[in-house]
């Protein structure tokens, strides 16, 4: 394992950044350990390009979620907005999502979740926030609208739902018949005030869009648990009377599917493809597919990247957004219909949160509107021409980021490695840091601003971060993110632990004072590493999984593992052993702390309390949070302020 020597330095003076990507506005330094972030959950410009409509609200100390969250209009010519009044007023969980506009750009539709329950209504409103009127109350869970060509607008529901939707939230209650039939997520379409099942009863819906001139959609969809069986999903094309015909199904049981989408002239759908361990947290090649049936193309294969987002341009080539290594990008790749070389249009040490290839565009003027942020730049909304784009909100401005951020680079075992070192300005000789192993596993740490939270608080005390992305991660094409099926926990932490030596080579880091943390599968990472290496002091472990052969049973996505184990827990429970953390327990002498929400059903709280329990009995020093009616993430800032004073706590009484 050597390191390679590949150093890129971002400065927090932003002086990485190109003219063009510059905030316009500039404001008063404060800091960033203390004042709240404005996070923008979703961007959406007007078809005429005149308007851009938002999502937005503070993130919480120590917290990501907003837990007030406003739905804000934006006239891109000043700057303009208006902040549009909610039926249920500006209190937490009444919260505005899945913004469309109307084809003519004279108001934005939106679903409202109600306060407390699981019942969501529609919604549509001017710019000028005049004429906001009801559309449609219902039962259950609403998202993902869309608009069709001929104007009517179309939604994935769920009748009668128990929870909200997707694996990471909390789950119902384990109580019951655990064998009665599902809720399903289908496509509807508004009809007066009612809705019209445009999908069979029998499939859940992930994600779908309009075929033209109102043909029907395209959408990825499985029988069954629709937050278990996302892992399984096909790809169908759904008739104008709901009928369902299989486009794509993956043949190998080592690909998921998303982002599709169908060309202009409605002859083509675009989708990623690829191995992705979580719904929503996509990466992949892309391949394209006739919508009147034939064997799909893979456009952009053996790519050194990930597919994140698709979309077609307005004059009909097909749109990405990549990751490539520490790069975002917005790539052509041609009309989809061969193997293409993708076309650079933009590339950034930044992240842009848009849901067409990484961005929301206007058409016919292909103006675009995108969320985005980088470790020193708090977050924005952009509009305007690609590359010649410019701030459109400055709620965050003036908010720095004390420190140095470095992309490096090395290499292990044939590998290319990239990682991100997060160094105070002005070290005080050989200082602490903590690596933080992000989930997944296939996903990615990616430039993001962080607030009142454990990067400010660690930068504060003079010590270092460090995000390693190994290999199991998008970023470096399918290959790599591959690299670690049936083997948890041995090649990832070479890479990381390589990583490490590298920081250590390039930066004044106390190898005796090394922390870990990480949450998800960087949970289990965490668990995993004090097991096999006492290299580090002190560690700790959010929603981690110590048991694999247990955890099969007690999850509500063990789906997911197949793809990863090649066989279930019963079939195959050697793989499954040798890769879990309580078999190994004896070797730990690392400090340990670990926190879980007891309503997790990706990683159930008691894997974490098994853990704990082991080394309680070990005499290993470790403590433990459950967190109640919480699931995989804290939602609630009590709970996220309480975990963030624990886990500096923690690092305080063995890092110092």
């Not at 005390?461 to 049936?486: D, H, K, L, V």
Request: hydrophobic share 40%; proline share 7%; with cysteine.
């Amino acid at each position: 394992m050597a390191f390679a020597g590949s150093l890129v330095v971002l400065a927090a003076s932003r002086a990485h950044a190109t003219p063009a990507l510059e905030p316009a506005a500039a404001g008063v330094s404060a800091d960033p350990s203390t004042r709240l972030v404005r996070r923008y959950l979703q961007a959406v410009i007007a078809p005429n390009g005149a308007y851009v409509a938002s999502v937005e609200g503070d993130s919480p100390p120590g917290g990501y979620y907003p837990e007030i969250r406003d739905l804000v209009i934006r006239r891109v010519a000043d700057g303009v907005e208006t902040r549009i009044a909610l039926p249920c007023g500006r209190v937490p969980q009444c919260w505005p999502s899945s913004l469309a506009w109307s084809p003519d750009g004279k108001h934005v539709s939106f679903a409202l979740r109600a306060p407390g329950s699981h019942a969501y209504a529609v919604y549509d409103v001017a710019p000028s926030g005049a004429d906001l009127r009801r559309l449609l109350a219902f039962s259950g869970t609403i998202t993902d609208l869309k608009y069709g060509s001929d104007a009517t607008l179309a939604m994935l529901a769920t009748e009668n739902a128990r929870k909200e939707v997707g694996a990471t939230e909390a789950g119902a209650a384990v109580a019951g018949d655990l064998d009665a039939p599902p809720a399903e997520q289908r496509i509807a379409m508004l009809t007066g005030d009612t809705l019209q099942w445009a999908s069979p009863p029998d499939l859940f819906v992930y994600q779908y869009d309009w075929r033209p001139a109102g043909n029907g959609f395209v959408g990825t969809a499985a029988p069954g648990d629709g937050d278990n069986n996302w892992w399984t999903a096909k790809l169908y094309s759904f008739g104008p009377a709901g009928a369902a015909r299989v486009l794509y199904a993956p043949a190998d049981g080592k690909q998921q599917l998303a982002d599709p989408t169908v060309s202009r002239d409605g002859k083509t759908v675009a989708f990623i493809a690829g191995i992705m361990s979580d719904f929503g947290s996509t990466g992949g090649d892309v391949y394209t597919v006739g919508l009147d049936g034939g064997a799909a193309l893979d456009v952009t294969p053996g790519m050194q990247a990930s597919a994140t987002s698709l979309g077609w341009s307005c004059r009909g080539t097909l749109r990405a957004a990549l990751l490539a290594g520490d790069q975002d990008e917005i790539v052509e790749l041609g009309t989809g219909n061969a193997v293409a070389t993708p076309h650079v249009l933009w590339r950034g040490m930044e992240t842009l949160h848009g849901e067409q290839a990484g961005a929301s565009w206007a058409c016919p003027s292909e103006t675009l509107a995108a969320a985005y942020e980088s470790f020193t730049i708090a977050p924005e909304i952009r509009v305007g021409r690609i590359g010649r784009w410019h701030d459109l909100t400055h709620a965050n401005a003036g908010q720095t980021a004390p420190f140095e951020v470095r992309s490096l680079s090395w290499r292990n075992e044939g590998f290319d490695v990239q990682g991100w070192l997060l160094m105070p300005t002005h070290p005080s000789g050989k200082i602490p840091m903590v690596t933080v192993v992000h989930g997944g596993p296939a996903a990615a740490s990616r430039p993001a601003f962080s607030g009142p939270g454990l990067r400010g608080a660690l930068i504060q005390r003079g010590w270092a971060i460090f995000y390693p992305n190994p290999r199991g991660s998008f970023g470096q094409g399918e290959r790599f993110t591959a690299a670690n099926i049936r083997d948890f926990g041995y090649g990832d932490l070479r890479d990381i632990l390589a990583g490490i030596d590298a920081t250590e080579n390039t930066a004044p880091i106390d190898a005796g004072r090394l922390g870990l943390t990480g949450g998800s599968y960087g949970g289990f990472m965490t668990m995993w590493t004090v097991t096999q290496t006492n290299r580090f002091k002190a560690a700790v472990a959010a929603a981690g999984i110590s048991n694999w052969l247990s955890y099969y049973g007690e999850n509500g996505i063990d789906a997911w593992m197949l793809p990863y184990f090649g066989a279930s827990a019963y079939d195959d429970p050697a793989i499954y052993a040798r890769s879990s953390p309580i078999n190994y327990i004896k070797n730990v002498r690392t400090p340990t702390f670990e926190y879980v929400g007891d309503r997790d059903i990706e990683c159930p709280a008691p894997q974490t309390q098994e853990f704990w329990h082991a080394l309680k009995a070990r005499g290993v020093p470790t403590e433990i949070m459950i967190y109640p009616g919480e699931g995989h993430g804290l939602r609630d800032p009590a709970n996220a302020q309480d975990a963030l004073e624990r886990t500096l706590s923690w690092f305080d009484k063995y890092l110092k």
